[in-house]
């Protein structure tokens, strides 16, 4: 790993949308930025997938990520949240694909036991873990856990890049559904 990677890291969400961007220069892991698209002032849902389109297609130009990692959405009872919640990771997604940004996913847990050890921990303890290995200062965390979550996803792909790669990656759209049998 003596190359320089810069990765992206998606905790999506419907209402706040985190990112955070790690800079990688053999061994050692930087924060390059971290922050939030806020949607909460977008009442119409397909508003949102639009903006959030533009923001992370706007945040994928601005770094140019080799790689992007993103946040599994968790099952939740209610089915109208998943699938809203779904569709912002799907759009947050085809930004990536249409840059041929190879995307692996994570699921919360892998996430938090890769960042803390504890697969169960809270996300205070993985914002304060990350601060401590990537040795910032609290206010540099921000005020929303959205991005320091995906801050970890981005951190969690940084510390697997070294072991063999997971079946969930992805490099086409071609590539996804030639892995799903569509073609």
Same mark, same amino acid.
């Given at each position: 790993m003596n190359q320089e990677k810069? !990765?992206?890291g998606i905790d999506p969400g419907t209402n706040i949308m985190g990112y955070?961007? =790690?800079? !990688?220069?053999?061994r050692k892991a930087e924060m390059v930025a971290m922050g939030?698209?806020? =949607?909460?002032?977008?009442g119409d849902?397909?508003?949102k997938l639009g903006h959030i389109?533009?923001?992370v297609t706007g945040i994928i130009e601005s770094y140019l990520p080799d790689e992007m990692a993103i946040e599994a959405?968790?099952?939740?009872?209610?089915?109208?949240s998943m699938l809203k919640l779904g569709r912002a990771q799907g759009v947050a997604m085809v930004a990536a694909i249409q840059r041929q940004v190879p995307i692996t996913e994570y699921a919360p847990m892998k996430i938090k036991m890769a960042i803390t050890g504890i697969g169960t921990a809270s996300k205070e303890q993985v914002a304060d873990m990350l601060r401590r290995m990537l040795h910032l200062?609290?206010?540099?965390?921000g005020k929303y856990m959205d991005a320091s979550d995906a801050l970890g996803a981005a951190y969690c792909h940084y510390l697997q890049m070294s072991r063999p790669q997971s079946e969930s990656k992805v490099k086409s759209w071609k590539d996804f559904a030639k892995k799903k049998g569509l073609i």
């Open positions: 810069i !990765i992206l955070g961007v =790690l800079k !990688i220069s053999g939030v698209i806020d =949607l909460h002032k977008y849902h397909y508003l389109f533009e923001r959405p968790f099952f939740g009872k209610n089915v109208q200062d609290p206010e540099e965390m």
